[in-house]
């Protein structure tokens, strides 16, 4: 038997052990319905949210709070009737901020102040309070592109909201988001435990509750001990619908039951209220057990937590398709653009690794390896061989009309010289000589002719009147003479054609 009880022992220290380690990082967080709304039933028949009290141009209907409609210049409120009982606090803000226009005006404000708020110019409701103010700011006043905003403001009464500033001289913490014109609504998760003040952000594009991301954290925040909540907005001359869906609010404890700030619990008052939610939360289950008994093909488990979820109107249904779409679309976008990115990457490494190259190949020949990058022509060059090839070939061209045109001229010289050589005067050639020798040869034909017929003559005549005594010219001599005139005369014509054919030529 000892050694179970041992056993038991360990096992019970160390289950001491590490729900003191949960409760040490997770404070016990209880529903406040006193300071909530939510839907379905938000607003009962006559208009009224239960421990709420709204004003202004602020609406009530079963589904949501709409704190001002989209309309210019309207204000309106929502404060919870009884300040809070109990020090740390969590706040579920679900709410919508839609309008047509591409920006909006002015904003939505939660608050948890010392006294309740009224009408007033910050985002609805009055300045100078005494508490702290988180404002989810459209409409960028100061101009610095920086709006839609959510930024907190701690104020002890002091201060004045710097509107024209928006407010960022003056805020405790902030961060950009947009929350206008969601497909679902947005959510804040405000937590304010021991002092330290957290902003949690859902940019309604899912429909995912724990979709939230930091906004921001702040340490040391102190805030007054007890307070109301409320919820606020205003339009300008810009205006949007500022529905406010939920606002739950969780009381969070300490686990630490020796805490200080608990000390105004009595210890029974803790046992007595501790007994009465576990009663009811018993009774609660006990129906909701029953009613599933009693109907089991309704619904399952989990969609009876929240029968608000079970319908969607057609807008909700379009606006999820139409989200669903743009999100491939989006996937789809990012996908390409880092494609897109890697190839540019890879240009720009193959550029440099070109240039690096090129760089190399000219100042250091003596390089080892990298010797076919050398070879790579660079613009300029390609440019300057492009220009040289144009200029060559405009050359050619101007060679080509050159060319043509001494063809041409060549021809028509060559047509002149056949004009002048189909002309007068150009005895050149063997036929004017074939043609002088025959004359010459007809002359001496001729000569021939007539000096037989003087032989002939003088053979008739008596030869004893010839003087013999006397000189007399013989026909032997005279044809002697004859032939020599002859030669002499060819020689000439001979000469004058040489002379006129040479003279010709320099022609
Ligand atoms: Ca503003
Ligand atoms: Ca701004």
């Not at 038997?1 to 409760?23: D, E, K, S």
């Not at 202004?56 to 709409?66: L, T």
């Not at 989990?302 to 996937?331: H, V």
């Not at 101007?398 to 002309?423: D, F, M, P, S």
């Amino acid at each position: 038997m000892a050694l179970p009880a041992r056993w038991n022992l360990l096992v019970g220290i160390a289950l001491v052990f590490l729900c003191n380690c949960i409760n040490a990082q997770n404070p016990f967080r209880s529903f406040r319905y006193k300071y909530s709304f939510k839907p379905p039933y938000l607003a009962q028949k006559d208009g009224s949210v239960p421990f709420w009290e709204y004003s202004g141009n602020a609406i009530a209907n079963e589904e949501m709070v709409r704190i001002t409609p989209s309309l210019r210049s309207q204000k309106g409120q929502i404060w919870t009737r009884t300040p809070t009982e109990f020090d740390w606090w969590e706040v579920e803000l679900v709410f919508r901020v839609t309008g047509r226009g591409r920006i909006g005006a002015d904003g939505l404000a939660l608050w948890y102040t010392e006294s309740k708020g009224v009408e007033g110019p910050v985002f609805g409701s009055n300045d100078n309070w005494n508490g702290l103010g988180l404002f989810f700011d459209s409409f960028d006043n100061d101009n610095k592109h920086n709006n839609p905003f959510i930024m907190a403001m701690t104020n002890d009464g002091s201060q004045s909201y710097a509107h024209q500033l928006d407010g960022s001289t003056q805020q405790l913490a902030g961060c950009l988001r947009d929350f206008r014109n969601k497909p679902f609504p947005v959510r804040a998760k405000i937590e304010y435990y021991q002092n330290t003040l957290s902003v949690m952000f859902h940019n309604g594009m899912s429909n995912n509750e724990q979709d939230y991301e930091m906004c921001f954290r702040v340490e040391n925040v102190m805030l007054p001990k007890r307070g109301y909540f409320g919820v606020t907005a205003a339009t300008g001359g810009l205006a949007d619908d500022h529905d406010a869906l939920k606002f739950l609010t969780y009381n969070l404890q300490s686990p630490d039951s020796s805490g200080q700030e608990e000390a105004h619990i009595t210890e029974d008052e803790r046992a007595k209220l501790s007994k009465e939610f576990q009663d009811y939360q018993d009774k609660l289950q006990k129906q909701k057990d029953e009613y599933r008994q009693a109907h089991p093909d309704e619904a399952e488990m989990g969609k009876m937590e929240n029968p608000e979820e079970w319908f969607e109107t057609d807008n909700q249904r379009e606006l999820g398709q139409i989200f669903a779409g743009q999100s491939k679309m989006f996937d789809a976008l990012r996908d390409i653009q880092r494609k897109m990115d890697d190839l540019v990457g890879r240009q720009e490494r193959t550029l440099s690794l070109m240039s690096a190259n090129q760089v190399g190949g000219v100042a250091q020949t003596g390089g080892t390896g990298q010797v076919p990058g050398g070879d790579v022509l660079r613009r300029h060059e390609v440019d300057t061989a492009l220009a040289n090839q144009r200029e060559i070939v405009g050359a050619a061209r101007e060679i080509k009309a050159y060319v043509t045109e001494i063809h041409q001229r060549t021809a028509t010289i060559v047509q002149n010289q056949g004009k002048q050589v189909g002309g007068s005067a150009q005895p050149i050639g063997y036929d004017h000589v074939q043609n002088s020798l025959n004359e010459v040869k007809e002359g001496l034909n001729l000569i021939k002719r007539d000096i037989s017929v003087t032989a002939q003559r003088l053979a008739a005549q008596p030869v004893t009147s010839c003087p013999t005594a006397q000189p007399c010219l013989t026909t032997t001599i005279f044809a002697v003479f004859m032939v020599i005139q002859m030669v002499i005369m060819i020689g000439y014509f001979i000469y004058r054609d040489t002379k006129e054919a040479q003279a010709k030529k320099f022609y």
